[in-house]
């Protein structure tokens, strides 16, 4: 994303031109975008080879699941849904992983049916539900066990998930034990070891911390592990100013520490592969003078993009076009919707915009349109994809029909 004569062009299409043929709020996708991502994230954990399976709760959009495929990706799936669309998308299941605490017998089974790669399991009543239908099918399973290694990823708190107070995965203790558990189950084969502590994480060094725990589970367990499943959670440059992992390092680290006797490293990124790939086009619908800001009143709004709202993430916000200038006052940019957390940022110096101005969200690529809602009875925006000077469509619009 460039401007251009102060125009704002994502690859070599016009923002506004997109804005004006389609109606607004458009996510608008980079192919050249994800390809660099995807290849950039390769790259770097080169030296391992590991198998790369994308988070599809992140971003469940079948094309973009169509093409991530296409580079040998596998997916990390959390639900029956999930599961579902990794398999339309033509994601071979010998590469899915599925993960979550609360895996229900119907998912299970389906799984199970798919013959998927891993099932992930958090807790001991889990493992004997899935030994329960194993049993019944009678068909070798397999399964992983995912570690709560208590470790703090030093991020926004509604996203750590590997402390001892969080809901997932077993403590060192409890899971030593699940391994004798199942080392006398007939039908329960244990491959994986899982570990997954949050996510936007920006320092390799609360990955250090995790590596060291899920070393030590590994000598202690003295069971030889098919795959080591290191999760996710690799932190982007939302603000742009060079504050992102350094998945170099976290690669080193993962070699340093992890003593792992060839087990196969299985990664589940997601926000890392699609978050910086997608703008969120959105239209001033009124410049509404306030006390001490102006609102601008943009014709998207927290069902179209939550995570503002959910966890006062920060997202960049540029205009369309540049006009010459600057606002008098404070911007906050809010959505129509009736409540107060409907805003994604209040900027003190901004290029002063007009009604029926274009402007831009950044990266929103990942848990944008996946944590989308109907909210208010709006219907969810069209997705757009430009490769090139070529544009796909990639979900059209819903209809209010839809809705009724
Ligand atoms: N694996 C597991 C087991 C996960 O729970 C997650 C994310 C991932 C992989 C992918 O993490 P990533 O590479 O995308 O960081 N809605 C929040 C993020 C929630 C993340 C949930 N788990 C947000 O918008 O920031």
Redesign the pocket.
Known sequence: MKYKNNKLIIDRINVDFLAKKFSTPIYCYSFNKLKKNILHFKKSFQKINPLICF?V??NSNLQILREIKKFDFGA?V?SGGELMKAIKAGINPKKIVF?GVGKTSSEIEYAINKKILLINAESKNEILEIEKIANLKKKNVNIGIRLNPNTDAKT?SQ?S?GKKENKFGVDEKKFLKLIDYIKKSRYLDLRCLSV?IG??ILSHKPYEKMLKAVNRVIEKSNHNFEYVDL????GIDYMHNNKRLNLKKYALSIIKILKRNNSKIIF?????IIGNTAILITQVIYVKEGHKKDFVILDAAMNDFM?PAL?N?EHKIIPSKKRNGFSKKTYEFVGPICESTDKFATIKKFKKLIEKDFIVICDVG??GTS?SSNYNVRPKPLEIMVKGSKIQIINKKQKLSELM
């Not at 999760?231 to 690799?234: A, D, V």
């Not at 589940?268 to 890392?272: A, F, K, L, Q, T």
């Open positions: 988070s709760k992140s990390d959390v993960s926004i996203i998930t997954h996510s936007q999760g996710g959670g690799m589940e990124p997601g926000r890392s995570r966890y993430a990942a848990y944590l």
